[in-house]
């Protein structure tokens, strides 16, 4: 089996040579093409693949229409966004993902911009602390528990919003429960979003939630942009 590394942005090294081991142990075969530049270049090296590894890299139904003998995709990553699955359906091609990869290097990220704005981007002049804060995990997946785990370490007062974990599930990790979104925006000075774009939540991130949340308050965003309305982002200023 010809397995194709495609990647856009390549994965470190140290993965790459763990793929290769494990995929070369089982007699398979590794191809890699990393930093490509346009589409035809994708085309081109996925004509004879078996299998295909992308990150954020576009897998759509002109990828499949070249990839004759592709049986499956493996998306590194959450989400199947990038992914077209209708058309996978159509190729007989299956669809898979990672979910939990990058999760506590996302929920760092989430709280590396936090610092960042808390300090006025480590400019050395004065700043403000995250401890006693109240912050809001919008989404309380596996990114979302990994950032209420660190929370705790800041000495932040944490909310969560979910409609698809119990609330006792929640609670269990020490985090207070809230109702609906609207009451996250209103009581937290940081939220920290994880929900997934798809067609319920794009855009769905806009003036009527911001505009609850109180004076000063900061939105991370480390989960896919399309899922905020940046136009009505632009009224709050």
Do not use: W
Request: charge should be neutral; include cysteine; aromatic fraction near 6%.
């Amino acid at each position: 089996m010809k397995i194709l590394v495609a990647t856009e942005k390549p994965f470190a090294p140290v993965a790459v040579k763990q793929i290769r081991e494990v995929t070369e142990s089982a007699g398979h075969e590794l191809v890699l093409l990393e930093n490509y530049k346009n589409v035809a270049d994708l085309l081109n090296a996925v004509k004879d693949a078996d299998a295909l590894i992308v990150r954020s890299d576009l897998v759509t139904s002109e990828v499949l229409d070249s990839a004759r003998k592709l049986k499956i995709v493996v998306r590194a990553g959450a989400g199947y966004d990038n992914l077209d699955l209708k058309a996978c359906t159509a190729h007989n091609v299956v669809a898979m993902n990672t979910p939990g990869q990058n999760s506590n290097a996302v929920a760092e990220l989430a709280f590396a911009l936090m610092l960042y704005q808390a300090r006025g981007g480590f400019s050395g002049k004065s700043g403000t602390e995250l401890r006693g804060k109240t912050i809001g995990i919008h989404a309380f997946g596996n990114v979302g528990r990994y950032v209420a785990m660190i929370a705790k370490g800041f000495g932040m007062d944490i909310y969560a919003y979910d409609p698809y974990v119990q609330a006792d599930d929640i609670k269990s990790s020490g985090v207070k429960v809230c109702n609906s979104a609207e009451e996250l925006y209103s009581v937290c000075q940081y939220v920290s979003l994880h929900i997934p774009a798809n067609e319920q939540t794009k855009k769905s991130i806009g003036y009527r939630l911001l505009k609850l949340m109180p004076e000063n308050a900061v939105l991370v965003n480390t989960a896919r942009k399309e899922v905020i309305n940046e136009d009505e982002l632009l009224k709050i200023f």
